[in-house]
């Protein structure tokens, strides 16, 4: 699965996301982006964005869009860390067009 980190998602996270495609907003030039133009360019590119921004749910529509949108509780490092196997099992449960929080506990 090919998994974008938004822009304030740690880094660090990403070797916790083994057997897919990691890349960052940063990486491919795009963390100067809103959502909605990230969500445009991320399309087709990406299966899914990882995000900690909890106003993207409500500021953007995923319908007829292929990407799914995993929305974290946090940006803090040890707390992102902590919720490893939570986001990885996001991913494989990730359905087109939809948005997921991933708990904290």
Request: glycine share 6%.
């Amino acid at each position: 699965m090919r998994v974008l980190l938004d822009t304030w998602v740690p880094r660090p996270s990403r070797k916790h996301l083994a057997g897919h495609e990691v890349s960052t907003a940063q990486e491919m030039g795009w963390d100067s982006l809103e959502n909605g133009a990230l969500i445009r360019v991320a399309e087709g590119r990406f299966d899914v964005l990882i995000t900690s921004d909890q106003h993207m749910k409500h500021q953007q529509t995923l319908h007829g869009h292929a990407l799914t949108i995993r929305i974290l509780p946090t940006n803090h490092l040890p707390m992102v860390l902590r919720l490893a196997t939570k986001m990885k099992r996001a991913l494989d449960t990730a359905q087109p067009g939809t948005f997921v929080e991933i708990p904290l506990d």
